[in-house]
């Protein structure tokens, strides 16, 4: 078993979980202000441990629930403490980078197509990162540009 940190073991989220089924109400609120009090107290390095072994928390409650939307909201929640703490210089292609993602994603209702084009995006990230790693630099810039089409002719009489 791999100690993550004082607290907090691999296995530990699971135990959370089936704890969660013998009160969930009180076990949120414990478990929340118990994490955040752990997590503020610790480094920047287990700080950034901690938030993975609650978010490990979050989505095993939500399996337990069998809820997909909740999954779901944990997952955006998430993304969104992410982008939030990343440097602000950053933050606004993160965003734009999401809303790629979320956009190109919103196409597909079976979740295995989903996660086919999820894998598919990664892939062209590797791809370009490797081609800027080997001296490319032209990676998105070669992309045919929007024209504008006219919407009214003027009809000359």
């Known amino acids: 078993m791999k100690k993550i940190s004082r607290r907090f073991t691999e296995k530990s989220f699971d135990h959370m979980a089936d704890l969660y089924k013998v009160d969930p109400e009180v076990f949120e609120r414990v478990k929340r202000v118990e994490i955040a009090r752990v997590i503020r107290s610790a480094d920047l390095r287990h700080q950034i441990r901690l938030r993975r072994v609650q978010f490990k928390i979050d989505i095993a409650i939500a399996n337990n629930k069998n809820d997909c939307e909740e999954i779901k909201r944990v997952i955006r929640a998430e993304i969104a403490r992410i982008i939030n703490d990343a440097d602000p210089r950053l933050q606004t292609r993160l965003y734009g980078l999401q809303f790629k993602i979320n956009t190109t994603?919103?196409?597909?209702?079976?979740?295995?197509?989903?996660?086919?084009?999820?894998?598919?995006?990664?892939?062209?990230?590797?791809?370009?990162?490797?081609?800027?790693?080997?001296?490319?630099?032209?990676?998105?810039?070669?992309?045919?540009?929007?024209?504008?089409?006219?919407?009214?002719?003027?009809?000359?009489?």
């Open 105 to 157: 994603l919103m196409k597909y209702k079976d979740p295995i197509a989903c996660m086919n084009k999820m894998a598919e995006l990664f892939w062209e990230g590797v791809s370009d990162l490797d081609k800027v790693l080997k001296g490319d630099f032209t990676v998105g810039r070669n992309k045919i540009s929007a024209e504008i089409i006219p919407l009214f002719q003027k009809i000359d009489k």
